[in-house]
């Protein structure tokens, strides 16, 4: 075989694989492969790594040649995510962590310093210094729990003559339905909807202050009585008018008693109530309540727990109390319980065991 015959042999049959440097160096250089002959061998090579073939197999619109450059230029590990989602993940796995633990040496760093506090059982002075700043403060919060439709569904069932403690800024104002008529109640028998009457008390002269405040703007024409003083010691105005039969000649009381997360911040709870108890009309009188404390979960009630102090030192409030345990310490009878948010919120709807009247406390 001379030389010109060698060169008439195709390229696949005698170099099957991959053609050797250093013996085309010394022999003369085969003619350039024409495409028809290149493509089988560059399907050999590819053949030789894996995850090449993966991409091999995808159509290419340019055919073999931009197919191959196609799978030089991009080819990937096996996962198939490309590099930017990869890139993505990655930044956002590392500020989820880091967050989490800036979050979690803030919390052990707050929970040494709550251990050292020695706050005492009421702390319902803070709100003095709070009152302005107060409805800021919890305005977001109370959107992302959901807690203006808590509130209305509560108070919407207000009705007669009225007394809402611990009022704080009056969150409850948009709610109340003022002025009696006659309608239909929860089991469809016709009743007397509506208050005749509206009392608010709060301990913070500075909250209750704002209370009237919005109250006059919101309604201007309904008359409403305010008044700095302890929960537990209010009493119904002598001038209020008597709603039922009942009640015509004994001691005057309210129809409904309202109290909005304000079990959190008074020193005795559980007498507070009994006092409410004492104070609503012991038929059809009812109190109702919407508060926070602590939650169906033991991680949870031991972060509550562990951040207690120093939560009630700067807020004036007692987070992690047991909202059951004050309500039943309390003798009232239960008509309705709820909760909500991992079951820090609580609602209620009580009334005076019969036994429990003005006349008793
Ligand atoms: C967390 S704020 C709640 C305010 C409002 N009820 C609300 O839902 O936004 C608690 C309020 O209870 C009041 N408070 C604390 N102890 C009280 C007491 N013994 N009698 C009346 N109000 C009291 C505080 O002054 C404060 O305004």
């Known amino acids: 075989m001379n030389v010109n015959q060698l060169r008439r042999v195709p390229l696949v049959a005698k170099w099957p694989v991959t053609p050797c440097r250093n013996a085309s160096s010394k022999a003369p250089r085969p003619p350039k492969p024409s495409p028809k002959i290149s493509k089988p061998v560059a399907i050999k090579r590819r053949q030789v790594t894996a995850p090449r073939q993966h991409y091999q197999e995808r159509p290419s619109p340019q055919g073999t040649q931009g197919e191959t450059a196609n799978a030089e230029t991009t080819a990937k590990p096996g996962h198939g995510i490309p590099p930017r989602a990869l890139t993505f993940l990655g930044m956002t796995a590392l500020t989820i962590s880091t967050y989490c633990g800036y979050l979690y040496a803030s919390y052990t760093r707050e929970v040494s310093k709550a251990q050292t506090l020695d706050v005492p059982r ?44 611990s009022c704080g800024t009056g969150r409850n104002l948009p709610f109340y339905e003022l002025g009696e008529r006659r309608g239909l ?33 919101l309604y201007p024409t309904f008359p409403a009585t305010f008044r700095a003083c302890d929960a537990g010691k209010v009493e119904p105005p002598s001038d209020i008018a008597r709603s039922g039969a009942k ?86 009878e239960i008509v309705e319980e709820k909760r909500w948010h991992l079951g820090t919120t609580w609602r209620y709807v009580l009334k005076p065991k019969q036994s429990t009247g003005k006349s008793q406390s």
Not at 123 to 128: A, E, L, T
Not at 134 to 139: I, L, S, T, Y
Not at 142 to 153: S, T, V
Request: charged letters at 25%; proline letters at 4%; glycine letters at 8%.
């Open 122 to 165: 009421d702390v319902s002075d803070r709100y003095n210094t709070t009152a302005a700043t107060f409805d800021a403060d919890v305005e977001l919060s109370e959107k992302a729990m959901g807690l203006g439709k808590k509130r209305r569904d509560l108070v919407r069932q207000a009705r007669g003559n009225v007394l809402e403690v």
């Open 185 to 217: 109640d929860a089991d469809g028998h016709a009743t007397v909807l509506g208050c005749r009457s509206v009392t608010f008390v709060d301990l913070s002269p500075q909250m209750v202050a704002i209370t009237n405040e919005k109250f006059e703007k």
């Open 247 to 332: 009640t015509k000649e004994g001691p005057v009381y309210f129809d409904t008693v309202v109290q909005t997360m304000g079990l959190c911040s008074m020193p005795d709870p559980v007498a507070t109530l009994r006092h409410l108890g004492s104070v609503t009309e012991p038929g059809s009188g009812r109190i109702l309540l919407l508060e926070h404390g602590r939650s169906y979960y033991d991680w949870l009630n031991r972060i509550l727990d562990n951040l207690a102090p120093a939560h009630a030192d700067r807020h004036g409030c007692w987070w992690n109390r047991d909202i059951g345990d004050i309500v039943r310490e309390s003798g009232l």
